[in-house]
């Protein structure tokens, strides 16, 4: 049917007509004060007033003639891109849904019809835009778009094709789209008469050039739908969601398979992390060619990573060594030259507990392994390298940057290295979950560190969270309700605030479907960090809820509001998405309980029903959550805490005796919802009160204790003969702030039914069988989890026999294939020091290769055909561990404080069918008297315990002079000798010399005898002063309040020391490990103590890199005059006695004699080395 021109004018009048009326109805609504109903203007209602505003202005176009509104035709460039046509197509669907009927789309060529154009792209009339974008694919160009609307016209135009469609979306937004979840039940497209033409003109530069919430595609939803979703909020890089999964989950002719690419693509970075590996092509074969290009760790090269994760655990790169500056630069320039739009290049170690280098150029840059502070940081080392590298990639890549992480133990800024301007720095920020970094004095040293980092690089600096990752090895949609707005609004304010350019936070799609409005808002403020929280709640209710709209308003507000003012501060990102009842009081569940079911009564609409129903069962499962957790009769004075006994272990032993019948409910409850997840038996496991009985089973030589209700687990394993126990029983505090936290050291050993760490089998409850037979004890224990039968048998033979025989047997309870893996975990010890014990391990060729447990540690480094051996020397003590090398692969960890390690089992993952079984089998022996029997089991085996290292001489100028024992070393002010002692932290220890001053004691002053670090802010020195010894030992500046922190000072007074004699001092000290305020100091003059401190507060000396001689360490200005001679150094404290014959040694013109704890031992015979 055709329609005449006085129709259509007529129609036109008519329309006219009906919106003018509309318009001022509206205004006379909005702006009668008799009306019972009205309430202040806000954002809200003046966006209406504006858009009222906008329907008399079309009216009045259209009485002239200038505006039709029954014709809106998209324009798009005559050769379009792909993205600009699918950017034109998109606002053509969304379009004809909103209007109600089909929107022209036509080229730039073609004569138009009169009415609203709308230019999508490069089209001749938007070509004017492109010079107010930023150029530069490491810029904000690329997705700032211009928004041009009128009446008449509207241009939408990016920077790039991605930033042609988010002005697209924008627009869309602006006309009441939102699409708040990869689920199209939370898609809102409204249906409107008219287009809302509020004239704008938009220039939007986005704050982040990189915006990512780095998930897996959420369970039903697709590869492709998640990505549409980023899209279409501004969403413009996921690791887990790039083109290898759209590859993966769309065979080739698949139009989804370009889903990122005709959406003008994602941000293209070589990789995310730990990337070292990639610079090789073979690392092996380079490892073995350039063992130069890797870690020198205790005077051997180690390789980067292990055999099977290059990218964890290990050593580390060379980083000064020229060759690896270049490979790495070669690297980058040809990543660059392959990808031209690439924008990043990591330059990132490996993960875990790394070897650094410590060759001479590497330790000159300070840091040292495996020491805390700043003592242990690499920054320095990491600046330099990533610096260097940059300067090799600039003259080819101007306009690409390198990435720096500050991490792990290179997360502290160097405050006097500039960066160079081809580098952004990515800080990795872990947090208080639940509050922003202003809003939380947790997070202020992070706060610090990041200001830093931000000023060195500005417009550079990125930040990697670690937010809603929640539990990681959850797959299925979890029904739980995280109010965590605020937090994103004050984190990412606070992000803009610093200069912070790039945004990426690791999460987990598993809470996504239950709270699309956290998600929706990260997003969202990602694009527009300004943005109004709780307008942006209430938007969300309205067009989610409809009539529901205010009371879920209320409910979602009340909820955010609660989170911030609750003394809850999660630190563990998995313990934020486990309700807190600091934040679930009794109060708050009434009210928002209440706010839910009137929410219930407000709604007639089925679709809404529909969302309400998601929040109610989310919100039944946090409430069932917070009631087990409120059962356990714990509050803000009184925390979770297990007691160890010797015959019982007491589950929350403060806390109140719970109803058995109201906890069994709980858990049906649960189980009839589906929802017995791991976060829920934890807290059903550990609310209860309980005592629990142990499991004792032994014979001559050995003691075996198993706890069957938690995991089965074996904590104790005890040679009766001596009374050790080689089982770390437990590994750390015995106590739990939050009763849902993710992880409680229970400490033993244990075994998971998962390759992820405390997984399926960690606490669950075993039933034990004590069987005994001719040829010992066996104890088995049984247990159902997550589909699975866990039988595992432990077997201790009669007599003297101490080996410890344990198989583990996993069978596939359910219906359906399944990979399926076997995990061991057992933390033993054998003493202090675990790093410094000897390990052997044997490789497939059965060739045996010895080491230190700090060489494998994150390990190891060779794999084992199945037999390794770790020994303690100086306990004389040793464990054998054999096992099936087909069965699982090995995996040691060192603890931090190395009083104990984890020789662990990884399984071989195995798809199993129905009722099919794996098994692990294994064998642990433990020996009390490792010199004599190790050897039996590993011939050639010597037990010694590892020779100190010999600090080098650095500096060496100092003239000789008669000595106490032929030669001696004359300190003048031309003097310098300095030792580099390894970056050692000695725990115990004894430094002695013979002196000689020209002058009586009682006139010296500041006689330096030796020094360590520069009182930035560390220092610890010995000298001679007016009449007294003194030795100054401090860690931080005043008032030394933060943990670790400390001023230590002796000065003991010295009589009938006269000019020109020799005499002899000896410093001794020894750390406690369980309290260090309570540890030993001695000084000795002439073989005799003259003061003992046992109540001194101490940490491990000797810990950096040099250690001068005659001098302070603080300032080469302040050096002594005199003589030194027979100059000892020992990582052994010696005793009252070997003190004294040290000294008689000297009197009697004896040198001393070097053994295995002797780090320096100088004679001054023309010479600075040790002999």
């Given amino acids: 049917m055709q329609t005449t021109k ?33 309430y202040p203007i806000n954002t809200w209602e003046i966006d209406k007033l504006k858009y009222i505003h906008c329907t008399i202005l079309t009216a009045l176009l259209l009485l002239i003639g200038i505006a039709r509104l029954d014709a809106q035709t998209i324009i798009i460039p005559q050769s379009p891109t792909e993205t600009e046509t699918f950017a034109a197509n998109e606002l053509q669907t969304y379009l004809s849904r909103i209007l109600n009927k089909k929107v022209d789309l036509l080229s730039d060529n073609k004569t138009h019809n009169q009415g609203l154009h709308i230019t999508v792209g490069r089209t001749q009339s938007n070509q004017h835009h492109l010079s107010r974008f930023e150029v530069g694919v490491t810029s904000r160009g690329p997705d700032s778009y211009v928004m041009k609307v009128n009446p008449q016209r509207v241009e939408l135009i990016g920077g790039s094709d991605r930033g042609t469609l988010y002005a697209v979306y924008a627009f869309l937004e602006m006309q009441g789209c939102r699409w708040y979840s990869p689920w199209e039940a939370d898609h809102f497209i409204p249906q409107r008469k008219v287009l809302n033409l509020t004239p704008t003109d938009v220039l939007h530069i986005p704050t982040f050039v990189q915006r990512d919430i780095g998930h897996e595609t959420p369970k039903d939803s697709t590869v492709a739908g998640f990505i549409d979703w980023m899209a279409k909020n501004r969403l413009n890089h996921n690791f ?37 590996a990639w610079f090789f092509k073979d690392v092996e074969k380079t490892f073995e060619e350039h063992p130069e290009y890797f870690s020198l760790y205790k005077n051997r090269r180690i390789n980067i990573g292990t055999a099977q994760r290059r990218h964890y655990g290990g050593g580390n790169l060379c980083t000064t060594n020229p060759d690896v500056i270049k490979l790495a630069a070669d690297f980058a320039i040809k990543w660059f030259d392959d990808h031209p739009t690439g924008t990043v290049v990591p330059m990132w170690p490996g993960d875990g507990a790394i070897k650094w280098c410590e060759c001479d150029n590497c330790n000159a840059l300070g840091g040292k392994n495996f020491t805390t502070g700043p003592e242990g940081s690499m920054s320095r080392r990491m600046v330099t390298f990533v610096n260097a590298v940059a300067k090799q990639v600039a003259p080819k890549h101007p306009d ?90 004050d984190t990412v304010q606070f992000f803009k605030s610093i200069g912070t350019r790039y945004y990426f936070t690791q999460s987990t799609s598993a809470y996504h479907r239950y709270n699309t409005l956290l998600y929706y808002a990260l997003a969202r403020y990602l694009d527009d960090p300004d943005l109004d929280a709780d307008e942006l709640i209430r938007e969300y209710c309205e067009n989610q809820f409809g009539e529901a709209a205010q009371p879920m308003t209320t409910y979602y507000m009340l909820l955010e509001q609660a989170v911030e003012q609750a003394d809850w501060h999660p630190q563990l990102y998995a313990d934020v998405t486990t309700p807190s009842p600091l934040v679930w009081t009794d109060k708050i569940i009434q009210s928002s309980s209440e706010l839910l079911k009137q929410a219930h009564a407000n709604n007639s609409d089925s679709r809404v029903a529909k969302q309400l129903a998601m929040v109610q069962e989310a919100h039944d499962q946090t409430l069932q959550s917070v009631r087990t957790q409120n059962m356990a009769g714990l509050d803000a004075k009184t925390i979770w805490r297990l007691q160890r006994n010797e015959d019982t272990y007491i589950i929350n032993a403060d806390g109140k005796e719970a109803d ?53 687990r074996i904590v104790r394993i005890i040679d009766r003969k001596t009374g050790w126990n080689f089982i770390k029983e437990k590994p750390g505090d015995d106590t739990l702030d939050q009763l849902g936290a993710s992880y409680f050291a ?79 975990h057992p933390s033993l010890t054998l003493g202090q020091e675990a790093g410094n014990y000897p390990i052997w391990i044997r490789d497939p060729a059965k060739q045996i290769h010895q080491g230190m447990v700090v060489e494998h540690h ?80 590993i011939p050639g085996a010597v037990v010694e315990k590892e020779p100190a290292p010999k600090c080098i001489p650095i500096g060496k100028k100092v003239s000789y002079v008669p000595g106490k024992i032929g030669k001696a070393a004359y300190f003048d002010a031309t003097a310098n000798v300095s030792y580099d002692t390894h970056n050692l932290r000695m725990d115990a220890g004894t430094i002695a010399m013979w002196v000689q001053l020209p002058i009586d004691l009682a006139d010296a002053k500041g006689q330096f005898l030796f020094g360590t670090a520069s009182n930035n802010p560390d220092w610890t020195f010995a000298a001679l002063d007016q009449g007294k010894l003194s030795l100054l030992i401090k860690k931080g500046r005043s008032p030394y309040h933060e943990p670790g922190k400390y001023y230590t000072s002796l000065n003991t007074p010295i009589e009938n020391w006269k000019a020109n004699t020799w005499h002899h001092v000896a410093i001794t000290w020894q750390v406690n490990p369980t309290t260090t305020d309570q540890s030993t100091i001695c000084l000795y003059m002439d073989g005799k103590i003259i003061e003992e401190r046992n109540n001194v507060t101490l940490t491990p000396l000797f810990g950096y890199v040099k250690l001068h001689i005659g001098q302070s360490s603080a300032n080469a200005k302040h050096k002594a005059t005199l003589n030194l001679d027979e100059l000892y150094l020992s990582r052994r404290v010696l005793s009252d006695q070997q003190v004294l014959e040290c000294y008689q040694l000297g009197r009697d013109g004896q040198p001393i004699t070097p053994d295995n704890d002797t780090l320096l031992c100088i004679g001054f015979e023309e010479s600075v080395q040790s002999r």
């Fill in 240 to 276: 887990a969601a790039r083109q290898y999964h759209l590859n993966k989950a769309y065979r080739g002719g698949d139009p989804n398979r370009k889903a990122w690419v005709k959406r003008g693509d994602h941000m293209r970075w070589q990789w995310i992390c730990h990337n070292f």
């Fill in 400 to 489: 690409r940057l390198l990435l720096l992480p500050a991490y792990a133990n290179y997360i502290d800024p160097v405050e006097d290295l500039s960066i160079e301007p081809n580098i952004m720095v990515q800080y990795c920020y872990h947090a208080d979950y639940a509050h922003g970094p202003m809003q939380s004095s947790l997070n202020s040293h992070a706060v610090e560190q990041m200001k830093a980092w931000a000023q060195k690089v500005p417009g550079r600096f990125g930040v990697w969270e670690y937010f809603l990752i929640g539990d990681y090895t959850v797959k299925n949609h979890v029904p739980v309700v995280l109010p965590l707005i605020y937090r994103v609004r």
């Fill in 858 to 937: 994150d390990g190891p480094s060779i794999q084992t055909d199945g037999f390794w051996a770790i020994a303690n020397p100086l306990k004389n003590r040793a464990v054998i561990h054999t096992f099936d090398p087909s069965q699982a692969s090995a995996y040691l960890f060192c603890s931090e404080k190395q009083d104990y390690f984890n020789m662990e089992l990884i399984g071989q993952p195995k798809a199993l069918a129905p009722n099919e079984s794996l098994a692990i089998t294994q064998t642990w022996r433990v020996i009390n008297d490792a010199k004599s029997e190790l050897p039996q089991w």
């Fill in 6 to 38: 006085s129709s259509n004018k007529s129609r036109n009048v008519a329309v006219m007509y009906h919106h003018m009326r509309l318009a001022v109805v509206s205004l006379t609504y909005l702006t009668n004060t008799s009306n019972k109903y009205i």
């Fill in 660 to 712: 058995a019948k109201r906890q069994q409910q709980l858990a049906l409850n649960a189980l009839d919802q589906g929802q017995f997840d791991p976060r829920h038996q934890r807290l059903l496991f550990r609310s209860r009160k309980r005592s629990i009985p142990l499991v004792k089973i032994q014979n001559d030589a050995l003691q075996l204790t198993v706890v069957p209700e938690i995991g089965g």
């Fill in 746 to 824: 229970y400490g033993g050993y244990e075994e998971y039914a998962s390759k992820a760490f405390a997984g399926a089998g960690w606490e669950t409850p075993f039933t034990s069988e004590q069987i005994t037979n001719s040829n010992g004890t066996t104890l088995k224990l049984t247990a159902e989890v997550d589909d699975y039968r866990l039988v595992r048998t432990i077997s201790l033979g009669n007599g003297m026999d101490t080996v410890v025989k344990i198989e583990s047997v996993l069978t596939n309870l359910s219906g359906e294939s399944r990979s399926s893996v076997l995990r061991v």
